[in-house]
């Protein structure tokens, strides 16, 4: 797999998938250490804090899964395989919360095993990632509730 990792990030909205309701679909990854009691962050471009890797699934991407591993290794430059799936979360912000640049989304995220850490990685001069135990997710994600409903379905020790 190593061979076919981009070295550059996609950006844009253009190949965005979305529900037949208008919904953006959302895939992303609980990634979990060997022992299940660290999960790993990376810093959110926009707001700053620490978030779960993920995006949008596009178009050329034939499941969320794919799209989920696109996400984990461009955000958090990491390459993984899938667990299993966490279901959908949907998006509970208000419509005067929207914009267009973050229209309502439906989240789908996979708990995750990582393969391999790289050091380098598509978003390494954007994001910083940091692995924290259950306790610290939950205060840096509590702002974020499809992110923390995310974890919270995860097998992290609580």
């Given at each position: 797999?190593?061979?076919?990792?981009?070295?550059?990030?996609?950006?844009?909205?253009?190949?965005?998938?979305?529900?037949?309701?208008?919904?953006?679909?959302?895939?992303?990854?609980?990634?979990?250490?060997?022992?299940?009691?660290?999960?790993?962050?990376?810093?959110?471009?926009?707001?700053?804090?620490?978030?779960?890797?993920?995006?949008?699934w596009e178009t050329d991407e034939?499941?969320?899964?794919?799209?989920?591993?696109?996400?984990?290794?461009?955000?958090?430059?990491?390459?993984?395989?899938?667990?299993?799936?966490?279901?959908?979360?949907?998006?509970?912000?208000?419509?005067?919360?929207?914009?267009?640049?973050a229209p309502k989304a439906k989240?789908?995220?996979?708990?995750?095993s990582i393969e391999e850490e790289?050091?380098?990685?598509?978003?390494?001069?954007?994001?910083?990632?940091?692995?924290?135990?259950?306790?610290?997710?939950?205060?840096?994600?509590?702002?974020?509730?499809?992110?923390?409903?995310?974890?919270?379905?995860?097998?992290?020790?609580?």
């Amino acid at each position: 797999m190593a061979s076919e990792l981009s070295k550059t990030a996609r950006v844009g909205r253009d190949n965005q998938r979305y529900s037949d309701v208008g919904e953006r679909l959302v895939a992303g990854i609980v990634a979990l250490s060997a022992t299940k009691d660290q999960v790993l962050l990376v810093q959110s471009t926009r707001r700053g804090g620490w978030v779960l890797p993920k995006g949008g699934w596009e178009t050329d991407e034939i499941t969320a899964e794919d799209a989920a591993k696109r996400e984990a290794w461009e955000e958090a430059g990491v390459i993984v395989s899938i667990d299993r799936d966490l279901g959908y979360i949907y998006d509970h912000r208000k419509p005067d919360e929207m914009t267009t640049h973050a229209p309502k989304a439906k989240y789908q995220f996979f708990e995750v095993s990582i393969e391999e850490e790289k050091s380098e990685w598509p978003e390494q001069e954007k994001r910083d990632r940091k692995w924290m135990n259950y306790a610290g997710a939950k205060e840096a994600l509590k702002d974020r509730p499809e992110l923390l409903a995310a974890l919270e379905r995860s097998s992290i020790q609580k």
